[in-house]
């Protein structure tokens, strides 16, 4: 596959070059050296991926000096932690091994509900308000009052932007959910029950994602529910649950079932104690889950309320799925290399029903590490 990527990629250098002396007039017999600026040879690589960036380095030494020059290399999430008690919250890089903590006295008495883009959605009980908060800047956004209990909330985008809303689904009946919805600067939250289609139980247990202008909702039995706020429309996909692992069905299995997006992807986490993760894909063409094999280069980040996946990490961390769990006196994040078919660390079972799944999220990393203590 490799070979095949990088033939393509001289090929492509070669005829956007053949190009370029063409339209200056210049047939190849009289100039048989010309060469692309380097100004536009740029531009054109740095908008390739990761992968494809190492293929164009291979096609010659002048792309390859101009391929290392643009290469971006993402950042992981980091993982936050939520202390029993205090205001010091930890913060853990897994790509150094390394934490920070932060003081955030404001976080006090507050719930975890959700993070994305940087921020987090919390709720707090007794006051009945759920906020936007983003802890590198300690920037707050209100929103009106409701009564959440423990249902799952996400949003599509960050408070700031014009397009954020944020939206919950509940169960009513098996034929019928209640879904909320509200942004940043309304007055209040507007609730809609809608008839399902195909039998949709709804609990605290779900799994939300935003995807392509669309909540996705995996319910506890691992039916898809999606929710168009564009349209303001909910359907239940014909697409059966995926395949849970053997023995999968034992005490606090729920807490072993993550969702994640990428770039139009949908993957769905299952695991449970000492048994394997299976990863799968939403087959959205043919309405099918398929197991995945390998992660083809990304890597997942799961947790129970939120979940995030990355392209282009450095070689160590693709085609892994990291866990929101911490061994070695913090020192080692919980992973499982697709490529190994192991956990690491080695020889130890994570039993997920032990963890408390409001205690940590993964959260943007930050662009500054000054605020930190």
Known sequence: MAGRRRKK???????IEDGTRASAGQPDEQETHFELPTEILELIISHLTFRDNICASAVCRRWHSVAISVRK???????MFFPKVGDLYEFYDPSRRKTYWLELPKLRGSRLCYAKYGWLLLYKPRTQRMFFYCPYTREKIKLPRREFGYQIVAFSAAPTSPSCILFTVKHVSPTLVAISTCHPGANEWTTVNYQNRLPFVSSIWNKLVFCNGLFYCLSLTGWLGVYNPNECTWDVLSVHPPRCPESFFVKNWWKGKFIAEHNGDIFAIYT??????VVYKLDQTNKVWTEMETLE???LFASFLSSQARMDLN????????FSKVRYYGKRCVSYSLDSGRYHPRNQCYDWGEQDPYESIWIEAPEDLSTFL
């Not at 001289?10 to 005829?15: G, I, P, S, V």
């Not at 449970?272 to 993760?277: D, M, Q, R, V």
């Open 272 to 277: 449970c104690s000492a048994l394997i993760p």
């Open 9 to 15: 990629f001289k090929l492509l250098a070669e005829t």
């Open 315 to 322: 070689g160590m961390m693709r085609n892994n799925v990291y």
């Open 297 to 299: 280069g990304s890597t």
């Open 73 to 79: 290399v993402n950042k992981p999430p980091w993982l």
